[in-house]
């Protein structure tokens, strides 16, 4: 069936660098993605979002990439800081209903 | 921190029994769904309560039933557990379909 998955599940990276995080789907009626950071213990945390009639968005310290001919998403995730560990989701929503078809994470470490 | 609550945080319960769990929206927001988080995957959408009335359903047996109220809080009902049941339940509020969703911490299900 199609999904949504995320091309790497671990990313460590140094403290103060960039962050890039990836994610394909499959679906190419999907018109919403969310990205989400989930921290060990607690639910998905919103960080930002993007429609399918835009190829970027900047929010503080992160932006998202929508590459709508590849059908591929990425986070970017500026001077990674320690509080920015924890596996993040891309979420795809493929009709008007906001049910949300999300992929198996990424875990992002970063080492100080 | 999102307006949404979520209660019990943690319930233990036995093959076959029932268990009902709760969710409060935030303000504002008269859209609900409900996703269960296996240990080590992404959510898994359940279902969506839009103004009481059910509005979407993923791929859950109808052992897992849901009601919303007037003040659009939301109870999420799993009759006849099994062991698979074990998961993270989480509740996402958003103010409509199509816009942004926001999770509550989540209800920790252990079936033994």
């Known amino acids: 069936g199609e999904s949504v998955g995320l091309h790497l599940p671990t990313l460590s990276v140094q403290e103060g660098d960039n962050s890039i995080i990836n994610c394909a789907y499959s679906n190419s009626a999907s018109d919403y993605f969310i990205w989400y950071k989930q921290e060990s213990g607690k639910g998905p945390q919103f960080i930002i979002d993007i429609r399918s009639n835009m190829d970027k968005r900047q929010g503080q310290r992160v932006t998202v990439l929508l590459n709508k001919t590849v059908k591929h998403l990425s986070l970017q995730i500026a001077a990674t800081q320690p509080g920015d560990s924890a596996v993040y989701f891309c979420a795809e929503n493929r009709d008007n209903f906001n049910k949300f078809y999300f992929g198996s994470g990424t875990k992002l470490n970063v080492k100080p | 921190e999102t307006g949404v609550t979520q209660s019990p945080t943690h319930l233990i319960k036995t093959r076959g029994q029932q268990v009902t769990l709760r969710c409060s929206s935030q303000?504002?927001?008269?859209?609900v769904s409900w996703y269960q988080q296996a240990l080590g995957q992404g959510p898994q959408f359940i279902f969506q309560?839009?103004?009481?009335?059910?509005?979407g359903r993923g791929n859950f047996p109808p052992r897992f039933s849901g009601l919303q109220f007037p003040n659009y809080s939301s109870e999420l009902n799993v009759n006849a557990l099994e062991l698979d049941d074990s998961a993270l339940y989480l509740c996402a509020s958003s103010a409509a379909a199509g816009y942004e969703q926001y999770f509550g911490p989540g209800t920790r299900l252990t079936v033994t």
């Open positions: 309560y839009y103004r009481e009335e059910e509005n």
């Open positions: 303000s504002g927001h008269n859209t």
